[in-house]
C-alpha cells in the first residue's frame, strides 16, 4: 500500500527545519558568547574610562538582546506547524522579531552615534586596556563566523528578523575594528579622532539595516 503524501504543512515544516535548527544553534552560540564579550568589554571599560569599549560592551548587550529574541522566533515555527492560522502565528511572530531587532539597532546607532560626536567635541582618545584589546581581538573572527552563517540562512528562511540579527553580529566586529583600528591609530599617529570617525561610519550602517529590519520581509 502506498504511503499517503505528507500534508503541506508537514513538508513546508520538514523542508524549513533543517535551517530552522542550525540558526537556533547559532543563536544559543551567540548568547553565550556575548555574555562572555559583554562582562569583559563593560569591565574594561570601566577599569580604563573607555568610551570605545563601553559602546562595544552595549553593543554585545544589544547583540544578546537580539538573540534572545531569534530563539523565540525560531522556536515557535519549529514548535507550530503550519496550518493556515498556525503560518499567520509564525508571520506575526517574524514581524515582531524583526521589529524588536530594527528598535535594537536603532538605538544602538544613536548611543553610538552620540557617543561619538561627545569624544569629538571633548577631544579624547581612546584609552588602552589589556583585557579590553583581548576581548576586542577574540571577538572579530567569531562574530565574522557567526554574522556570515546567519546571513546565509536568513536568505534559505526568507527571515528579515534572522537578517537584522546577521547585521547585528556584522555591527560587533566592526566596532571591533574600530576600537583596535583608533587605539593603533592614536598610538602611532596621535589621531585621537580616528575611533570617534569609524564609529559614525558604524551608525550609517545601523540606521541603514534597522529600517530595512522594519520594513521586513515575508516568511515562509
Given at each position: 500500500?502506498?504511503?499517503?503524501?505528507?500534508?503541506?504543512?508537514?513538508?513546508?515544516?520538514?523542508?524549513?527545519?533543517?535551517?530552522?535548527?542550525?540558526?537556533?544553534?547559532?543563536?544559543?552560540?551567540?548568547?553565550?558568547?556575548?555574555?562572555?564579550?559583554?562582562?569583559?568589554?563593560?569591565?574594561?571599560?570601566?577599569t580604563a574610562g573607555?568610551?570605545?569599549?563601553?559602546?562595544?560592551?552595549?553593543?554585545?548587550?544589544?547583540?544578546?538582546?537580539?538573540?534572545?529574541?531569534?530563539?523565540?522566533?525560531?522556536?515557535?515555527?519549529?514548535?507550530?506547524?503550519?496550518?493556515?492560522?498556525?503560518?499567520?502565528?509564525?508571520?506575526?511572530?517574524?514581524?515582531?522579531?524583526?521589529?524588536?531587532?530594527?528598535?535594537?539597532?536603532?538605538?544602538?546607532?544613536?548611543?553610538?552615534?552620540?557617543?561619538a560626536v561627545l569624544?569629538?567635541?571633548?577631544?579624547?582618545?581612546?584609552?588602552?586596556?589589556?583585557?579590553?584589546?583581548?576581548?576586542?581581538?577574540?571577538?572579530?573572527?567569531?562574530?565574522?563566523?557567526?554574522?556570515?552563517?546567519?546571513?546565509?540562512?536568513?536568505?534559505?528562511?526568507?527571515?528579515?528578523?534572522?537578517?537584522?540579527?546577521?547585521?547585528?553580529?556584522?555591527?560587533?566586529?566592526?566596532?571591533?575594528?574600530?576600537?583596535?583600528?583608533?587605539i593603533a591609530l592614536?598610538?602611532?599617529?596621535?589621531?585621537?579622532?580616528?575611533?570617534?570617525?569609524?564609529?559614525?561610519?558604524?551608525?550609517?550602517?545601523?540606521?541603514?539595516?534597522?529600517?530595512?529590519?522594519?520594513?521586513?520581509?515575508?516568511?515562509?
Amino acid at each position: 500500500m502506498e504511503q499517503a503524501p505528507a500534508a503541506p504543512s508537514t513538508a513546508v515544516l520538514q523542508r524549513r527545519a533543517p535551517a530552522l535548527r542550525q540558526a537556533l544553534v547559532l543563536e544559543w552560540i551567540t548568547l553565550a558568547w556575548m555574555v562572555v564579550e559583554a562582562g569583559a568589554a563593560l569591565w574594561a571599560a570601566l577599569t580604563a574610562g573607555s568610551l570605545s569599549l563601553l559602546a562595544f560592551g552595549l553593543d554585545s548587550g544589544v547583540e544578546l538582546a537580539s538573540a534572545s529574541v531569534l530563539v523565540w522566533r525560531l522556536r515557535s515555527e519549529l514548535e507550530h506547524h503550519c496550518e493556515d492560522a498556525e503560518c499567520q502565528r509564525t508571520e506575526r511572530v517574524e514581524r515582531s522579531a524583526a521589529r524588536i531587532t530594527a528598535v535594537l539597532l536603532f538605538a544602538l546607532a544613536v548611543y553610538v552615534g552620540v557617543a561619538a560626536v561627545l569624544k569629538l567635541f571633548a577631544h579624547t582618545g581612546e584609552a588602552v586596556s589589556v583585557l579590553g584589546l583581548a576581548v576586542t581581538i577574540v571577538s572579530i573572527p567569531i562574530m565574522i563566523a557567526l554574522a556570515n552563517a546567519k546571513r546565509r540562512l536568513s536568505a534559505a528562511l526568507d527571515s528579515g528578523a534572522l537578517r537584522a540579527d546577521a547585521a547585528q553580529g556584522t555591527a560587533c566586529w566592526y566596532l571591533a575594528v574600530a576600537v583596535l583600528g583608533g587605539i593603533a591609530l592614536q598610538a602611532w599617529f596621535g589621531a585621537w579622532w580616528a575611533d570617534a570617525v569609524a564609529s559614525l561610519a558604524i551608525v550609517a550602517f545601523l540606521v541603514q539595516e534597522g529600517r530595512e529590519a522594519w520594513q521586513g520581509i515575508r516568511c515562509c
